[in-house]
């Protein structure tokens, strides 16, 4: 692979991995492996600078941004923070601040680093008045409601408080609340959830509030980024306890790096007995005026680093191994094992990734292996203890044919995966396909995976687009349906036919193609006729798009199948070109410089402009003091916030700016009803 390609797969990887992180909150990888990748590719983009990009994964902080909450700007951007594993980088950490701070004495307040969703919180006169998740960090969601039904966040402060206070902690679920959830949710029928952090982050994206409340969180504050009464961090969140805030009393003021270390092996093992999930140690620097004067790098403070617990293990037997096939014919070997108990859950399966993996492992029936969880539902097999192996055990072999079909499998080269080619015939793939298409992203049809694994059996679902030729009187006989369910199923269907194309276009699941692509070349070609119809040359001309998802594009088209399903999707009314929106005009902007930066999710950048432009405003390039707006994207450049932050110009969001030039945005126009998708934060659908 050549460097360039190496950059385009590990940047493709890690948005797939943030998104599963941070939109699914399903991740499948620990953030330890996503943290190598990352630091992978930060390696590669310094050497080659020549392939920089804008909306590079290491260009940004995350994003969690739903579709269901108004965005919103922060008033200070929400920046996460570096990772440090060993003593090693701790000492390198405080090196570096030494060597800032010359001889002036200071020192650290060590925290635990709780494993939630964070939040930020403004109160204003004592009142809360709004709360943002972090989003990208420039802008999060609009949760205030939700925030309010949680106990530990006190809506009218008590005491000497600011008037003016922004504060910022961790919602977490405790474990016990989150075990009690899980039982309930198997009884009912519902997916559990993974672990506590992606229970409390699906539970603040729920769009009822009213469910929110009866979720057990519970909201750890832990920083203060708008103007302290002290210079004391430490003595800061003792204050805000006093105004009514929950601070855990679990944080140690710290001389050296050696009282940090102390810390750090104390909490290793203490941390088993507290009623919430940690997951490291935030050391900060403890003086308000050095944090300042320490500054920031463009994502991360220079006074603050989090110190990550190595995941717990446990050792078993390996009992069997089975193949799974995924939506796109990966397979995935999975290791059957007997049960072990790990941080509290009981293990019986664990992911063996691929074959190159299991080849590495060496590992044989009867093995005794060390199995870790990362965050994933499922955890992994990271070694081998070969040293207790039978030496009569053979190597295993992977698998030649397909278990659900029977075809024989391909390895492309210099890929890891062996793959089933017989997409049109091997049930998982279809399924997966028909999952991913009526995705909350996607189509948003209001289906669960057991009911189309019951349409597929019947005979109802071949693929996505017979959706469209389903009626009531097909479904209504089916086990399961009354008259309401079957009704908003296909009150559901009708509905996605008003889904943007660009949704469309990622819906119908063309290898390689993510949201973020689809809407590019969305934006760019605005009918699939046009990108069906473009060359190779043209499609990767395309912002974003490289040879591998223009060869696909390719591909998908020059299948009979393909096309034939695409036209009965088209037949069937499915939008297939971006719906022209009337051109405003007014004179609102008249006099405004604005500054555009990021990506968005209704226009192009050019659009964007030209609607600058016909509301009377200016669109210019650079942020300067004369600069009126900048309307931030997602992606947005830190330099351009930088400098924004420092002339003191004001920073708009997408939505922001659609009210002010009276436009509706997508949200309005495409509202997702809570009726239709109840537990829409929390569906597990598998997109990759
Ligand atoms: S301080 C500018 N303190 O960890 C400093 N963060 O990887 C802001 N977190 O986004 C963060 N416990 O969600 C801080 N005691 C703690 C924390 C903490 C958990 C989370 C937070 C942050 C992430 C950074």
Not at 313 to 322: E, F, G
Request: proline residues 4%; negative net charge.
């Amino acid at each position: 692979m050549t460097p360039k390609e190496q950059i385009t797969e590990l940047r493709t990887v890690l948005h797939k991995h943030n998104y599963n992180y941070y939109v699914k909150h399903n991740p499948e990888i620990s953030d330890f492996e996503f943290d190598k990748l990352l630091k992978q590719l930060q390696d590669l983009e310094q050497q080659y600078p020549e392939y920089y990009d804008p909306n590079s994964p290491t260009q940004r902080v995350g994003s969690d941004l739903s579709s269901d909450f108004t965005q919103e700007v922060h008033e200070y951007p929400m920046l996460s923070l570096a990772n440090s594993y060993s003593k090693e980088d701790l000492q390198e950490f405080d090196a570096r601040i030494r060597k800032i701070l010359g001889d002036r004495p200071f020192i650290y307040t060590c925290e635990l680093k709780y494993d939630g969703v964070s939040i930020s919180l403004q109160y204003k006169n004592g009142k809360l008045t709004r709360a943002l998740t972090r989003g990208n960090g420039i802008q999060g969601d609009n949760i205030t409601n939700n925030a309010k039904t949680i106990k530990t966040i006190p809506l009218q402060l008590h005491g000497n408080f600011p008037n003016e206070l922004e504060i910022r902690g961790e919602v977490v679920m405790p474990r016990a609340g989150f075990n009690a959830l899980n039982e309930e949710r198997i009884e009912q029928g519902e997916q559990p959830f993974a672990n506590p952090r992606n229970a409390a982050s699906g539970s603040l994206k729920l769009l009822n509030s009213r469910e929110v409340a009866r979720r057990p969180l519970q909201a750890n504050m832990y920083y203060i980024p708008s103007e302290t009464p002290t210079d004391s961090h430490f003595e800061n969140l003792e204050l805000a306890r006093s105004w009514g805030f929950n601070v855990p009393e679990l944080s140690e003021q710290c001389k050296n790096i050696d009282e940090v270390y102390a810390f750090i092996n104390k909490w290793d093992t203490k941390r088993k007995d507290l009623p919430f999930d940690t997951d490291g140690i935030v050391i900060k620097v403890d003086s308000i005026s050095l944090q300042e004067e320490l500054g920031m790098t463009a994502k991360t403070p220079r006074w603050a680093i989090a110190f990550k617990f190595k995941a717990e293990q446990a050792r078993t037997r390996l009992i069997s191994v089975d193949f799974q096939v995924g939506r796109q014919g990966t397979i995935t070997p999975v290791a059957n094992l007997e049960p072990v108990l790990l941080a509290g859950t009981i293990i019986k399966r664990a992911s063996l990734y691929n074959a190159d993996q299991m080849k590495e492992l060496d590992i044989r029936i009867n093995d005794y292996v060390f199995i870790e969880k990362g965050g994933e539902i499922i955890p992994k097999v990271v070694s081998v203890d070969t040293a207790a192996r039978d030496e009569h055990s053979k190597p295993l072999q992977f698998i030649t044919h397909c278990p659900e079909c029977g075809a024989e499998l391909i390895r492309m080269e210099d890929e890891a995966n062996y793959y089933c080619p017989n997409s049109k015939h091997c049930p998982p793939q279809i399924k997966g396909k028909i999952e991913h298409f009526v995705g909350r992203e996607a189509m948003n049809i209001a289906l669960a995976g057991a009911t189309i694994e019951q349409l597929y059996n019947a005979g109802l679902l071949n693929n996505a687009a017979d959706f469209y030729t389903l009626t009531y009187n097909d479904v209504i006989h089916l086990d399961r349906f009354a008259e309401k369910s079957a009704k908003n199923l296909i009150d559901s269907i009708q509905e996605s036919k008003s889904v943007p194309f660009h949704r469309v276009l990622y819906a119908i699941g063309i290898r390689h193609i993510g949201k973020a692509s689809a809407k590019v070349l969305a934006n760019k070609f605005h009918t699939i006729d046009a990108i069906q119809n473009a060359s190779l040359e043209e499609l990767q001309e395309t912002e974003d798009v490289g040879e591998i998802i223009a060869e696909s594009i390719k591909q998908f088209f020059a299948d009979d199948d393909n096309r034939a399903f695409i036209q009965k999707l088209k037949d069937n009314g499915v939008q297939f070109e971006v719906k022209e929106k009337a051109a405003a005009s007014s004179t609102v902007l008249e006099g405004k410089t604005i500054v555009i930066s990021g990506t968005f999710r209704d226009h192009s950048r050019d659009e964007m402009k030209d609607l600058i432009e016909a509301n009377g405003g200016k669109n210019v390039s650079g942020v300067s003091k004369s600069t009126t707006y900048l309307l931030a994207g997602e992606g947005i450049g830190p330099s351009k916030l930088e400098k924004a932050q420092t002339f003191g110009v004001q920073i708009i969001s997408e939505d922001e700016f659609y009210a002010m030039i009276g436009q509706q945005s997508s949200e309005d126009t495409h509202p997702t009803s809570e009726n239709k998708k109840p537990t829409s934060g929390e569906q597990q659908l598998s997109l990759f």
